[in-house]
């Protein structure tokens, strides 16, 4: 790999740091607020919901310059919506306009690897960037755990730059203060991101346009045969995975009697595994064999059930090891086949932003029925094995489908095989 294609990492992982971060100090500051506990999985609503709504708009605006330029302008809103926390905005309005951000980043952040690198390194490439996002969340969740921890707020909010008034009084502001700092350091990785010389489409002014558009492009990728499976697990894992680190940390107060600050580290601990099937993904699965990874989908919903009769760290931390790493080994070669995919049938930018469409509001979908089923009073063991049975039960489903599809093409080839003789 070139130090272009390190650059993009590194401007990467510092973006998802901040992102992975920003989340805990978010769920303090509401708790610090005594709002409802429902409000906590609606961060991740109201996140999200950008990614959905500007769908139609954030692919066109992603190939209509330079991918580094993108990303650093998406930087530039994320820190706008952190000031705006710092400034006492409610903290679900504010994460909105973070998520704004992160919408308009995601397309140039995925579609500069199929510009940038052929199609035979995607996977590797996809294995990288999957892994050190998971890295940024495993550190951002640590980071945001022990920067609410008082011994280490009281610490950080002693010291003080000479001759110069911060105005940095409360532990939430100086948690900020950092998370902005880090977001500023991956705006500075945006502006060496190379410009990988790809024609760039003009941006149409016509928002009907963009939204037909996008409407063809949806329906595209949904009727590919390959691109429709890749879609379908990517949309589940992404929804299921948000849902997963909320249901973390209420697991872990009810079963193993956590406060935020160390069940926040037991989301990295989920996080680890991920990682670890990211790289085993990247490094023993390859384009033509991606579909074969689908039954650790099933695998995965299965594992999350477990959670149910752990009640014991010693077996808590080996256990979400591995549903993380049964997630990573599924979910990486199939974001690699959706990409090439998406990138043949419609180009990065638009195939990106479709993935995202899907992807998140499966994610708005899921917490929203999570946060539903909390305000409900439900216990956190019956949730997490409706989630469990549905995520299993959903992937056994599309193993199903691509099965059958698979049949049908066999089928074809052999007529015109028996039609050239």
């Known amino acids: 790999m070139s130090l272009g294609f390190y650059i993009i990492m590194a401007a990467q992982f510092f973006s998802a740091l901040a992102d992975s971060t920003l989340l805990i100090a978010a769920i303090a500051i509401l708790r610090d607020m005594h709002a409802p506990m429902s409000y906590e999985p609606l961060l991740k609503t109201f996140f999200t919901v950008s990614y959905v709504a500007l769908a139609a708009f954030v692919g066109p605006f992603a190939d209509s310059m330079p991918k580094g330029r993108v990303m650093f ?15 006492d905005v409610h903290p679900l309005f504010a994460y909105a306009v973070v998520g704004l951000g992160a919408a308009a980043y995601s397309p140039a952040k995925y579609g500069i690897l199929t510009e940038y690198l052929p199609h035979r390194l995607l996977v590797v490439a996809n294995g990288w960037i999957e892994g050190l996002t998971v890295a940024a969340i495993i550190l951002g969740v640590v980071l945001g755990g022990m920067l609410i921890r008082p011994e280490v707020a009281q610490a950080l909010l002693a010291f003080d730059f000479p ?47 963009l939204v037909h558009e996008f409407n063809h492009c949806l329906a595209l990728l949904w009727r590919d045969k390959l691109g429709q499976i890749s879609l379908a697990v990517t949309t589940l894992f992404w929804g299921a995975g948000a849902t997963l680190q909320f249901i973390v940390i209420e697991w872990a107060k009810a079963a193993l ?11 990295g601990v989920v996080a680890v595994g991920v990682a670890m099937g990211a790289a085993l993904a990247a490094r023993l699965v390859s384009m033509r064999g991606s579909v074969r990874v689908l039954p650790l989908g099933i695998a995965m919903g299965v594992g999350v059930i477990a959670m149910n009769v752990v009640h014991d760290m010693r077996l808590a931390l080996p256990l979400l090891v591995v549903v993380g790493i049964f997630s990573g080994f599924f979910v990486v070669p199939m974001n690699a086949l959706l ?28 917490t929203g029925i999570y946060a539903v089923l909390i305000r409900a009073d439900l216990s956190i063991y019956w949730i997490i094995t409706l989630f469990g049975l549905c995520v299993a039960g959903l992937m056994h489903m599309i193993k199903n489908i691509h099965e059958a599809n698979q049949r049908e093409y066999d089928s074809l080839a052999e007529l015109e095989e028996l039609k050239r003789h």
Do not use: W
């Not at 998406?74 to 952190?82: R, V, Y």
């Not at 995919?341 to 899921?366: C, D, K, P, W, Y």
């Open 73 to 87: 302008i998406a930087n530039a809103i994320k820190i706008l919506g952190c000031l705006l926390m710092f400034f």
């Open 163 to 209: 001759f110069i008034d911060t105005g940095i009084d409360t532990v939430p502001e100086m948690n900020l203060a950092v998370i902005a700092l880090l977001y500023l350091v991956a705006a500075v990785f945006n502006l060496y991101v190379p410009d990988t010389g790809v024609d760039h489409k003009p941006l149409k002014k016509n928002p009907v346009y």
């Open 257 to 267: 009697g956590l406060d935020l600050s160390k069940a926040s580290m037991l989301q």
């Open 339 to 366: 990409q090439h995919r998406g990138h043949i049938l419609m180009g990065a930018g638009h195939s990106i932003a479709v993935q995202n469409f899907n992807e998140n509001l499966s994610i708005l979908m899921m």
